[in-house]
């Protein structure tokens, strides 16, 4: 079945490094590809998505490209605040019936002043 | 704010008890999911309503059910409970059927319990 790979970290960071958190996923056809942040204490809320190969979902600063030939879609921001600590999640949406999203296992990230 | 409520907020409860966590979708929106959050298990898929009816099933045990109302609301019943069920609980909502270009929106969750 299908299925999304992230790093699962946690990642530690200071203030103004540049972010990149891995996502691969498999599944057949032409899935759906989001990225999803969890704060402290709070449900998942929508950060960015793309639903075909080769569009840039961006959001906030944080930006992903779908990737089909490395089936990647990988998270990155230039400049991470105190604010961005948050679990990141990648997730899937296939184009099979019935299929649902599929998340991967989350990655924590802590920025540190 | 994504627009999606779910109450309550925290469930404490024993062993063996049975729970009701309820959810309203966002307005306009067809489809609820239930996911289950644990810190051993990851998020987990449970079950999908789109318009009333049972659209996609996921990892739900025989102990817990689902339903969608006409007024698209949507609760998820949770009986004989075991220590092992103490998770949090998340409601989302899309605007059709979970296709694969439908996106979801997810409720602050249901925090349970079980002592």
């Known amino acids: 079945g299908d299925s999304v790979t992230q790093m699962e970290g946690p990642v530690t960071l200071s203030e103004e490094a540049f972010l990149t958190i891995n996502c691969t996923y498999t599944?057949?056809?032409?899935?759906?590809l989001f990225w999803y942040v969890q704060y402290p204490g709070e449900g998942l809320q929508l950060l960015l998505k793309?639903?075909?190969?080769?569009d840039k979902g961006s959001n906030k600063g944080f930006e992903a490209t779908y990737r089909k030939e490395t089936t990647s879609f990988h998270l990155e921001k230039g400049s991470v605040q105190v604010s961005d600590s948050a679990v990141y999640f990648c997730?899937?949406?296939?184009?099979?019936?019935?299929?649902?999203?599929?998340f991967g296992p989350g990655t924590r990230l802590s920025v540190l002043p | 704010d994504s627009g999606v409520t779910q109450t309550p907020k925290h469930l404490i409860t024993a062993t063996g008890q049975r729970v009701t966590l309820r959810c309203s979708p966002r307005?306009?929106?067809?489809?609820v999911y239930w996911y289950q959050q644990s810190l051993d298990q990851g998020l987990q898929f449970l079950i999908q309503?789109?318009?009333?009816?049972?659209?996609a099933k996921g990892n739900i045990l025989e102990r817990f059910s689902a339903q969608q109302f006409p007024d698209l609301h949507s609760e998820l019943n949770l009986s004989s409970l075991e220590l092992g069920d103490s998770a949090l609980y998340f409601c989302?909502?899309?605007?059709?059927?979970?296709?694969?270009?439908?996106?979801?929106?997810f409720g602050p969750g249901t925090r349970l319990t079980v002592l």
């Open positions: 989302a909502s899309s605007p059709r059927d979970g296709s694969s270009t439908d996106t979801q929106y």
């Open positions: 599944a057949t056809g032409y899935p759906s």
């Open positions: 793309a639903t075909k190969a080769d």
């Open positions: 997730a899937l949406s296939g184009d099979n019936y019935g299929q649902n999203f599929v």
């Open positions: 307005s306009g929106d067809l489809s």
């Open positions: 309503y789109y318009n009333g009816e049972e659209r």
